[in-house]
């Protein structure tokens, strides 16, 4: 049986290596942010964490198709949401970037 420091360590796990993967470019923001959010109610049930800028950029992209939702679209759909992504990211790019590295500092158990 899993025990609940063993589960919280999973979760922190987890959200470095979003962070990580954010920073690297090796996920977009939207499909990023959006896992991030998770990532953070998982772990907000084990201790007191707070970052609002994944909620924030979540909640103005939710009408936008991420990742393979993306499939379903024709190109002049793409288009349009690719604009209102564009513009999210111009505006939360630095705040999510920041968040991350604040993610990896706080909670990479595997620093040294």
């Known amino acids: ?4 420091k063993e ?3 999973t979760f922190r796990k987890k959200l470095v290596a979003n962070a990580r993967a954010i920073i690297a470019n090796q996920i977009g923001l939207p ?6 959010g998770a990532r953070v109610e998982w772990l907000q049930e084990y201790e007191a964490i707070s970052f609002p800028v994944f909620a924030a ?13 993306r499939l379903d679209c024709s190109r002049d759909e793409l288009r349009r949401h690719d604009a209102v992504l564009d513009e999210l990211n111009s505006r939360y790019k630095e705040q999510v970037i920041d968040a991350c590295f604040e993610i ?9």
Not at 1 to 4: A, L, S
Not at 60 to 66: L, Q, Y
Not at 104 to 112: L, P, T, V
């Open 7 to 9: 589960k919280q360590s």
């Open 1 to 4: 049986m899993v025990n609940n």
């Open 104 to 112: 990896i500092s706080r909670f990479d158990q595997g620093k040294k």
């Open 57 to 69: 950029y979540n909640k103005e992209s939710s009408s936008v198709p991420v990742g393979s939702e």
């Open 31 to 36: 499909l990023g942010c959006l896992k991030m």
